[in-house]
């Protein structure tokens, strides 16, 4: 009794082994794979995939920064800029200001349930084998089952949706026998961008400013009554200044009211991070917004830079809130005195802002640039170039007004409150884990005041700025608002260790030999170089033609200066105010100022923000490996 019970307990783990025998038989393939669009802001596949081909036809050396060198390979493709075709073909509604859906009902851009990805059986095959595909995985009906079958050739790529995060598992057959099987987890990474005009790509609008060489435009006079005529002006049938078809031939953003685009430092480090990583997605929600501070922009509304029939109508925390809850989930909250760090932020008393309860997802990375319109830094650079008799001065230049470090230094205690109270609302509003702090990334202001040799201040002079008459560096101001630089530097530093951020700070000396009046000493011909602004006299046009600057072009100085602004963005107000001012000579000129300050000056160019963008990069690597599980 007893041996046949053995014999048939032997017979069956024969037949058991015997069974499993293609199972256990070692296959003689992989499968190799890879997201179909790892970059999920971007609608068009194909967009992202040029960019993963120019990543991966980086040398070993261009690949230690790698985003510097796409940034100038692309721009040797179109020194008009990458983005123009681009941006309009992405998963951001400027009408709504939102990210969900973009793909059509039901598919949530915020949460996916699935990514597609590509595979290919690596293995020998006859080129006639068809490939015989199964994924299997989790499904409503069933715990475990096959979700998706299709016959193809061998030689073929196919295309799989898998559940997301759960994954599934894929095997191939040629002829009934299976050649590899392979379990595929797509990582999709979710990174938040909130900020100022630093963070949001001011100055390097996606579609800039087209300029024609056939007529210029006047401004009348200056207060000083001095001419100002001459100017370049956009191309197109527009019969004067500031009508409907001029405004038409503005330049284009992804956010037209916060001046925010596709070379913002924080899209191009998740860019990065998509396009490196064939196995990980990047879902990407950028926020940013030219002018905001930590009170007004993040914790209260603030309407942007520039007028916008679509203005944003929440503050960045709230709109952040609103995604990680999703379809109208978050929940208005009236925050009487939980933010105002004891009385000491009496503007964030009774403030509403949209708190998510329950969130889909956790925020992998959460990119800041924040502190310096708190400070009042634009105005330090507004009085290190207004001559002190100027008109433009004495009625308060622009940004909220002019004046010197003393007044400046008053602001840092109160940005070290702002800072507590940001990342309060960081953990308790966006749900970052108190223990996971350096998720948290707070970027450094790079360095703007110095010449070529990276030591030397930028001399005094209006190299750069000769668009205005009363536009001229003072060396002495300029050194008092690059030492207050230095203690804005200091006090960000040590905000974001005590809070436990990650704080970047490697790209602030790369800029040294970048400042606004840097030029190559090598080329010092080329038009990227040229400091001059183009003007028309004698029936021809000074420096060079208007239509040949090219906004994007690879130059030695990584900020944009005034006459760069001018020529890039060239900001013209519209409406009302337009007409009022363009209707007299001795208003006109104030276009000219905005044309020249709000579309950008002294904010990074494409390259700067690349240069910022690999700093971050190496940072966020670190801390996803960290925290990947």
């Known amino acids: 009794m007893k041996l046949r019970i053995l014999k048939q307990i032997t017979a069956s783990l024969i037949m058991i082994i015997a069974g499993l ?16 669009n790892s970059f999920r802001l971007f609608l068009n596949p194909e967009h992202t995939n040029a960019q993963v081909d120019l990543y991966r036809s980086l040398s070993a050396q261009e690949k230690k920064n ?7 390979k692309l721009a040797d493709n179109n020194q008009r800029g990458w983005a123009e075709d681009i941006f309009t073909q992405t998963c951001w509604d400027n009408t709504r200001n939102r990210y969900r859906f973009c793909r059509g009902k039901g598919v949530d851009y915020i949460n996916p349930k699935t990514h597609k990805v590509l595979v290919r059986y690596k293995g020998s095959f006859e080129p006639t084998d068809r490939c015989e595909w199964a994924l299997l995985g989790k499904s ?3 715990r475990r089952g096959t979700l998706h079958r299709q016959v193809s050739l061998c030689g073929d790529e196919v295309g799989f949706q898998i559940p997301f995060p759960k994954g599934g598992r894929l095997s191939v057959s040629i002829n009934g026998v299976k050649k590899a099987n392979q379990r595929i987890r797509v990582k999709d990474i979710f990174i938040v961008g909130v900020g100022d005009s630093f963070a949001s790509g001011e100055g390097n609008p996606d579609d800039p400013v087209k300029f024609t060489d056939d007529h210029s ?11 100002m005529k001459g100017y370049p002006t956009r191309r197109g049938d527009w019969k004067k200044v500031g009508d409907a078809a001029f405004l038409r031939e503005a330049a284009r953003w992804q956010s037209r009211a916060c001046h925010r685009s596709l070379y913002s430092y924080q899209l191009r480090t998740a860019l990065q991070l998509a396009v490196e990583d064939p196995h990980r997605a990047v879902t990407f929600a950028g926020f940013a917004c030219s002018g905001s501070e930590i009170t007004v922009g993040l914790f209260l509304r603030y309407k942007g830079n520039e007028w916008d029939k679509h203005p944003p109508q929440l503050p960045q925390l709230s709109y952040v809130s609103e995604e990680l809850c999703g379809k109208g989930d978050s929940t208005p909250k009236d925050y009487t005195s939980g933010y105002t760090q004891l009385g000491k932020l009496p503007e964030l008393e009774n403030m509403v802002l949209n708190k998510c309860y329950k969130p889909r997802r956790k925020i992998d990375l959460l990119l800041v640039s924040i502190g310096g319109n708190d400070v009042g830094f634009s105005s330090l650079v507004a009085n290190a170039i207004m001559q ?68 030397t201040l930028c001399p005094s002079g209006n190299a750069g700025m000769s668009l205005y008459p009363d536009f001229s560096v003072v060396n002495s101001k300029l050194k008092q608002a690059s030492d207050f630089a230095d203690e804005l530097f200091d006090l960000m530093k040590t905000s974001s260790r005590a809070h436990g951020w990650t704080f970047v700070d490697e790209h602030r000396d790369q800029f ?14 080329l038009i990227a170089e040229q400091m001059d602004l183009p003007r028309y006299a004698d029936k021809e046009w000074s420096s060079y033609q208007p239509s040949e600057y090219l906004p994007y072009a690879s130059r030695q100085r990584w900020f944009r200066t005034p006459n760069d602004a001018y020529m890039t963005g060239h900001f013209h107000t519209s409406g009302a105010v337009s007409n009022g001012l363009m209707r ?10 905005m044309a020249g300050t709000y579309s950008g000056s002294f904010h990074p160019t494409a390259e700067g923000h690349a240069v910022i963008a690999d700093a971050v990069v190496k940072k966020a690597r670190n801390i996803l490996r960290k925290y990947d599980k």
């Open 21 to 36: 025998g293609g199972s256990l038989a070692k296959a003689d393939g992989s499968i190799e794979w890879r997201v179909e």
């Open 66 to 72: 790698p985003v510097l060198s796409m940034e100038r």
């Open 140 to 142: 409503k009906r069933s």
């Open 217 to 227: 435009a006047d401004y009348g006079l200056d207060p000083n009554k001095r001419p």
């Open 388 to 455: 002190d008799k100027s008109l433009l001065k004495k009625v308060g230049g622009w940004l909220g007004g002019v004046y010197g470090p003393s007044e400046a230094r008053k602001a840092l205690g109160v940005l070290k409150t702002r800072y507590k109270a940001l990342n309060k609302a960081f953990h308790y509003m966006l749900k970052i884990p108190w223990k996971q702090s350096d998720r948290i990334i707070l970027s450094a202001y790079p360095r703007m005041e110095r010449t070529e040799d990276g030591v």
């Open 512 to 525: 040294a030999s970048h400042g606004f009046c840097a030029v190559n000493s090598d080329d010092p011909e």
């Open 584 to 593: 007299h000579k001795r208003t006109k000129w104030f276009q000219v100022v």
